[in-house]
């Protein structure tokens, strides 16, 4: 959320705009409210455009993390046996707490643990968006 604010206020000093109504030294001080209101909705624009790409950005990160992943859980989120879950489908929250609780030692499993260990938190919600954007079947 930081960075869409932080991009929305880049957007705005670069095209002149402010949460005043005032514009840039160019248009001598004199506000054209229609004006701003227009170059608002186009950063706004922008910064869903951005949001979005950073999204599809994390899911294909989370792809290139899910390939120890694989192993167990099938290559496309889907177990070839009943001994581990299918994780394609998945609620991202859901993914993201148990991963968090088997790399932090809250829930056990001797062999997760070692598969999650190194995994920091950004690395954890990259994997968990792939999975939650994978079709249950």
């Known amino acids: 959320m930081r960075i869409l604010i932080l991009i929305l206020s880049v957007f705005l000093f670069v095209t002149g705009c402010s949460d005043d109504g005032a514009t840039d030294a160019g248009s001598a001080g ?79 499993d001797p062999s997760m643990m070692p598969m999650v260990k190194s995994l920091s938190d950004q690395d954890i919600e990259d994997i968990a968006g792939y999975y939650a954007g994978l079709p249950r079947s």
């Open 30 to 108: 004199k506000a054209s409210p229609a004006g701003d209101m227009a170059k608002q909705q186009t950063a706004v624009e922008a910064v869903e455009e951005v949001a979005v790409a950073i999204e599809d950005a994390g899911a294909a990160d989370g792809k290139a993390k899910t390939m120890v992943c694989a192993a167990c859980h099938g290559q496309n989120g889907i177990s070839m046996t009943d001994i581990w879950p299918n994780l394609a489908g998945q609620k991202k929250g859901y993914l993201i707490k148990q991963i968090r609780a088997f790399r932090d030692g809250q829930r056990v």
